[in-house]
Nanobody
Framework: QVQLVESGGGLVQPGGSLRLSCAAS???????MGWYRQAPGKQRELVAR???????NYADSVLGRFTISRDDAKMSVYLQMNSLKPEDTAVYYC?????????WGQGTQVTVSS
């Protein structure tokens, strides 16, 4: 089991940038790490994932705008979000996956509005 704490959310204007961080309570080296988001009235969806080998995949809606990265030495995962759009507004969650086990963070709110 690993505890995850997200930070870095907030209010930003369209076209702006934010960097989300996810800090883990233990080593994340063996885990696939992911960022997911959930907008009001919608299901939680994958934003980006990064494997322990640092291979990545992204939702089509964020490809070219968002970048996921990890620093295993700091037990942290990051999501750099550029060119933000109002439709990116959601609660963003960090997830750690290892085979059939997984852990979620509590989420951080991102609001894109003028």
């Amino acid at each position: 089991q690993v505890q995850l704490v997200e930070s870095g959310g907030g209010l930003v204007q369209p076209g702006g940038s934010l960097r989300l961080s996810c800090a883990a309570s233990r080593s994340i080296s063996p885990f696939t790490m992911g960022w997911y988001r959930q907008a009001p009235g919608k299901q939680r969806e994958l934003v980006a994932r990064i494997s322990k080998f640092k291979s990545t995949n992204y939702a089509d809606s964020v490809l070219g705008r968002f970048t996921i990265s990890r620093d295993d030495a700091k037990m942290s995962v990051y999501l750099q979000m550029n060119s933000l759009k109002p439709e990116d507004t959601a609660v963003y969650y960090c997830k750690a996956e290892l085979q059939s086990a997984f852990s979620w963070g509590q989420g951080t709110q991102v609001t894109v509005s003028s």
